[in-house]
C-alpha cells in the first residue's frame, strides 16, 4: 500500500527491491532498517501438491480431459452476469469444445450479501458450474482463518493453490489475485470494459481500475493480456487455451519483480529478521 504509513516501525520487512526503493523513495524510511524477506502467505504456493490434477478435478466434479477457466471476481455483481452470460449461457462461442468452468467470488460482503449474488448463485448451481469459497475478508472481524490459510499453517494446501497451479486461464477485472496466478504461471486476462455501468460508482468500473497505480505496471501488463472488448476476450482466452506457454517468461519476470524469490523460504526470512533484532 503506497499511501501514507500509520507508525515508524524500528524495522520493516519487504517482499522485494521494488518494494524496499517504494519504501525509501515514498516514505523516506531508512534503507538500514528495511529487509527484502519475500511474501510469507505466498510460500504455500511453492508447496507440493499432494493430488494430482486429475484427483484434484474429480473431488470438485469436474472433467480432468476437459480445459478449465476460472473467474476471479470483484465486488461489481455486474461483472459476474456478464460472465455468466458469456462463458455459460454463450459457452460455445469461447471454445469450440466443452470446458469446466469455475467461479470464485470476492470474499466480501458488498458482494455475497447482495440480492444480485444470490440470484446469481442460483443460476450457477443450475447449471451445474462450481463455485470456489474464498472465505471472508471482513477487516473487522476475526480473521483467524484467514491467517491460517495464507500462512499455510493448516496441514494440506488450501483449494486456491489446486486452482491457481491446475487451471488452464483466468478471467478477472484487474484483481490482484492475478499476482497470485503469475507465480503460479496460470495465464490471466483482465477484462478491460463494462457492458453496463448505469447508477454505478465510478470505483467499481474498469475505467477506475486501469488507473490504479499497480494495474499499470508495465511487467504487470506484459504478463496478462487486457481485453478491450467481448470479441477480443473470446480471442485470448482461445490464444491461451491453445498455448499454456504464451507470456510464461513475462509472468515469471512479473512475479520476481513483485516478490522477491519465490524460493518458499520468506517465513523464514522473517523470522531471521525479528530475531536478530530482538
Known amino acids: 500500500n503506497m499511501g501514507y504509513r500509520g507508525f515508524d516501525p524500528a524495522c520493516m520487512a519487504v517482499w522485494s527491491k521494488q518494494m524496499a526503493d517504494e519504501a525509501i523513495r515514498l516514505h523516506k524510511f531508512p534503507s538500514r532498517r528495511l529487509e527484502i524477506t519475500g511474501p510469507i502467505q505466498y510460500d504455500r504456493f511453492m508447496m ?17 480431459s476437459k480445459k478449465t477457466i476460472i473467474f476471479a471476481g470483484g465486488v ?30 470476492y470474499p466480501h460482503p458488498k458482494l455475497l450479501l447482495s440480492p444480485g449474488w444470490q440470484v446469481l448463485e442460483k443460476l450457477l448451481i443450475e447449471a451445474g458450474i462450481y463455485i470456489s469459497d474464498p472465505g ?4 473487522s472481524g476475526d480473521r483467524t482463518e484467514e491467517f491460517r ?42 477484462a478491460g470494459y463494462d457492458t453496463y455501468t448505469f447508477g454505478q460508482r465510478f470505483s467499481v468500473t474498469t475505467g477506475f481500475l486501469q488507473r490504479q497505480t499497480h494495474n499499470r505496471r508495465k511487467l504487470r501488463l506484459s504478463a496478462s493480456k487486457v481485453a478491450r472488448s467481448e470479441a477480443e476476450l473470446i480471442k485470448y482466452v482461445e490464444n491461451y487455451l491453445n498455448d499454456h506457454s504464451l507470456d510464461r517468461d513475462a509472468r515469471r519476470e512479473y512475479a520476481i519483480s513483485e516478490c522477491g524469490e519465490l524460493d518458499g523460504q520468506a517465513g523464514v526470512r522473517l523470522v531471521n529478521m525479528l530475531t536478530s533484532r530482538l
Open 149 to 190: 490459510q495464507d500462512l499455510a499453517f493448516d496441514e494440506g494446501p488450501d483449494e486456491l493453490s489446486y486452482l491457481l497451479r491446475y487451471s488452464d486461464v483466468m478471467v478477472n477485472y484487474f484483481s490482484t489475485i492475478s499476482l497470485e496466478a503469475a507465480i503460479c504461471d496460470l495465464p490471466v486476462i483482465h
Open 76 to 105: 461489481n455483481v455486474n461483472h459476474y452476469f456478464h460472465i455468466y452470460q458469456l462463458f455459460i449461457e454463450q459457452k460455445k462461442r469461447v471454445w469450440h469444445e466443452s470446458f469446466n468452468f469455475i467461479m470464485r467470488p
Open 136 to 139: 471472508s475478508i471482513d477487516a
Open 48 to 64: 507440493p501438491l499432494p493430488k494430482s490434477r486429475a484427483e484434484f478435478l474429480e473431488s470438485i466434479v469436474l472433467d480432468p
